[in-house]
């Protein structure tokens, strides 16, 4: 009996010293499944939509190759000839085949659905209770879609190289260009628009020149600023400078072109999307301030710019705009 009341304090003072770990392991999960919390809602999920993804099918449209697909990263000796002369990089780019147009709509629209259920599903979770196997799922369709981005990519950094070639001047090295081209490229996969049925190479075509253009713009200036004591020099840099990237005639049949795009809308919508890019010569103005001139509220000035600017690029890509401003460039 005395040992009983003896031995009952001991086994008490051994549980109560056992416990104060887990409570510190405890407590330290915890912590970790806020600091988990905080950088997966803060995480910024970008995704072109497509009205696709409301549809029924979506996923089965998302998840389901063309037939005629095949491992988009196979070796193609067609190019080998392409690549001569290049670093291994360079030349490893012309064993890598393209992708066909089916297989590029399928992977473009399989990396923005998985961005657009991750983006679906997130809103749906409270940002205090989320728990770590829901973001985990999240996390793993996000981890996929970056995985696809990857293919697009890879299959198309030889048109980086192509374009790089023509652009190689006293300011920019070939590797120089070809470093931000791919920078240029990447930006490209996530703007590209696959619902409109074009190539993504005549999209990336036209941002990478931009790009290219616009580097080269700057490194004229560089040189007009820092080597005006060599005339030469100075006479081309300043000639370069002043010009334009498109003809007066090229701009005039770009004006007319967006003219008649702005008459094929509905006159709300017209009114809107000149009101709201300042194209009346007026600083452009906000939904809040068209929605009072017009009696209704933000959101339904937004919802009508929304329609009204897929409209507009339905018109630009049965015009072939893009091709035909690649074309000039």
Known sequence: MIATLRSAPRRARRSTVTTKPNARQAERARAELREHRERFFARAIDYIPCREFLKKDAAALATTPPSDAAVPLDRDAADRASAKGLSPYLASLYQTRLLTKNEEQYYFRRMNWLKFRAATARGRLDKKRATRRQMEEIEGWLAESETVKSIIITSNLRLVVS???????????????????????????????????????????????????????????????????????????????????????????????????????????????????????????????????????????RQIQTRALDKLRGMAAEAKLEQTVGNWL
Do not use: W
């Open 163 to 301: 374009i790089a070639k023509k652009f190689i001047d006293a300011s920019n090295s070939f590797e120089e260009l070809v470093s931000d081209g791919n920078v240029a490229l990447m930006r490209a996969v996530e703007k590209f628009n696959f619902a409109l049925g074009n190539r993504f190479s005549t999209y990336a075509t036209y941002a990478i020149q931009r790009h290219f253009f616009r580097m080269s713009h700057k490194g004229r200036q560089q040189r007009s600023r820092f080597v005006s004591s060599d005339e030469c020099l100075k006479d081309r840099a300043e000639e370069a400078a002043t010009t334009d990237y498109c003809s007066a005639e090229q701009i005039g049949v770009l004006k007319e072109l967006f003219g008649g795009f702005l008459g094929d809308l509905e006159p709300r919508e017209r009114q809107i999307v000149v009101a709201r890019f300042g194209f009346d010569g007026k600083p452009p103005r906000t939904f809040r301030e068209l929605g009072s001139a017009m009696g209704v509220c933000k959101e339904r000035i």
